[in-house]
């Protein structure tokens, strides 16, 4: 790997706070939810950093990481 690797990714519809476990807790606890879903927003935290870390920590290439998926079609690559 060299020392160049970078990906810029944003995520339609998130906010800062989207990617913790509060975007799943925030409705249950009777405030507004975020734009996009809390169990989606995890669900897109979850593969793209398990894609991140096998790729540079197990060596393991991670096609999720070449560009735009259409499993997760509002994560968008910059």
Same mark, same amino acid.
């Given at each position: 790997?060299t020392g &160049?690797?970078? $990906?810029?990714?944003?995520? *339609?519809? %998130?906010?800062?706070?989207? /990617?913790?476990?509060?975007?799943?807790?925030?409705p249950?606890?009777?405030?507004?939810a975020?734009?996009i &879903?809390?169990? $989606?927003?995890?669900?897109? *935290?979850? %593969?793209?950093?398990?894609a /991140?870390?096998d790729?540079?920590?197990?060596?393991k290439?991670?096609?999720?990481?070449d560009?735009?998926? &259409?499993?997760?079609p509002e994560?968008?690559?910059?």
């Amino acid at each position: 790997m060299t020392g &160049d690797w970078k $990906r810029w990714l944003t995520v *339609t519809g %998130a906010e800062h706070m989207s /990617f913790v476990d509060y975007a799943v807790l925030q409705p249950q606890l009777g405030l507004p939810a975020f734009p996009i &879903d809390g169990e $989606r927003s995890i669900a897109i *935290t979850r %593969a793209y950093v398990g894609a /991140f870390l096998d790729l540079h920590l197990k060596g393991k290439r991670r096609p999720l990481l070449d560009g735009p998926s &259409d499993g997760y079609p509002e994560v968008r690559f910059w």
